[in-house]
């Protein structure tokens, strides 16, 4: 009988009927036979938050996404995420949330840009520790904006200016971008036709310090791999401080315990001749 994990052998399919379910469900799934165990997430469509989309919007639902981040966190086995993001945008603090705790994760991170980072997925882009992108991506970089009905008196302005600083704060503490420059591109009027904003191609991405580097896939996977392994030796010496430590204090044990013992043989020796000597006085009394 084959295990529910095994291959399947009948239709050759490439993965096992739990990675298939993975992927249908959250399009989410760990390698197998590579250098380096990483998980590859994926970000695409629209970041769906506190409100339910449309059924024929592809979204990205942040109730999947918070649980899978701290598993990641969780598995020793999981060595580096892999971060692939297409979408164009969403709810502001769903994206925003995902994007403190992708920045918070331990381990070695790197995302790429395929197709759009728009909107809130450029502070996503961004929240990881090495960031690409493929030359005909874009990034749209625009102020906050709200759906329904608003109330035009000054706390609503407050309000949005509090939330458009909250971005700008995270974007420009993760990436190379000031916050002067980065709020130039987002008032920017003459860019987009029916909004103010700014579209940045792949290269303009790289050459403003928004993100790290250009490139394809193979190059995201190389530059994980090589932190990785630039963090795997910075663990190696915890191990061997504590066995140094261990082997030291064993010394010190066996060199007490020696020490114990010599002392011991010693009073063990000194009662034995003292005892002789009793004997020996005894048995000269006797003849006496």
């Given at each position: 009988m084959s295990h529910k994990n095994d291959v399947s052998e009948e239709n050759n399919a490439p993965f096992s009927e739990q990675q298939n379910q993975?992927?249908?469900?959250?399009?989410?799934?760990?390698?197998?036979?590579?250098?380096?165990?990483?998980?590859?997430?994926?970000?695409i469509g629209q970041i769906e938050g506190h409100y339910i989309l449309p059924p024929q919007?592809?979204?990205t639902k942040y109730e999947?996404?918070?649980?899978?981040l701290v598993s990641i966190e969780q598995d020793s086995s999981v060595e580096?995420?892999?971060?692939?993001?297409?979408?164009?945008?969403?709810?502001?603090?769903?994206?925003?949330?995902?994007?403190?705790?992708?920045a918070g994760i331990s381990k070695p991170t790197v995302s790429i840009v395929v197709g759009g980072g728009h909107s809130i997925g450029v502070p996503l882009a961004v929240s990881a520790k090495e960031s690409f992108i493929v030359p005909s991506a874009t990034m749209t970089i625009h102020p906050v904006r709200m759906n329904g009905m608003m109330l035009g008196v000054p706390q609503t302005m407050n309000y949005f200016e509090k939330m458009q600083d909250r971005?700008?704060?995270?974007?420009t503490k993760n990436s190379r971008i000031s916050p002067e420059r980065f709020k130039e591109l987002m008032m920017e009027r003459d860019e987009l036709v029916l909004d103010i904003g700014t579209v940045l191609d792949g290269k303009n991405a790289v050459q403003e310090g928004l993100i790290d580097n250009l490139g394809s896939l193979s190059d995201a996977v190389k530059r994980l791999y090589e932190l990785i392994e630039k963090d795997s030796p910075r663990k190696a010496p915890a191990k061997s401080e504590k066995s140094s430590k261990s082997s030291k204090s064993t010394k010190n044990t066996s060199a007490k315990s020696s020490s114990q013992k010599?002392?011991?043989?010693?009073?063990?020796?000194?009662?034995?001749?003292e005892l002789s000597g009793a004997v020996m006085r005894d048995l000269r009394g006797e003849q006496r």
């Open positions: 993975q992927i249908i469900d959250m399009g989410i799934i760990a390698t197998a036979n590579a250098p380096h165990n990483i998980h590859c997430l994926s970000i919007n592809k979204t999947h996404i918070i649980p899978a580096g995420l892999l971060i692939v993001l297409n979408t164009v945008g969403g709810d502001v603090e769903a994206g925003l949330a995902i994007a403190e705790l992708i971005i700008t704060r995270f974007v010599s002392g011991k043989k010693q009073k063990t020796v000194a009662v034995k001749s």
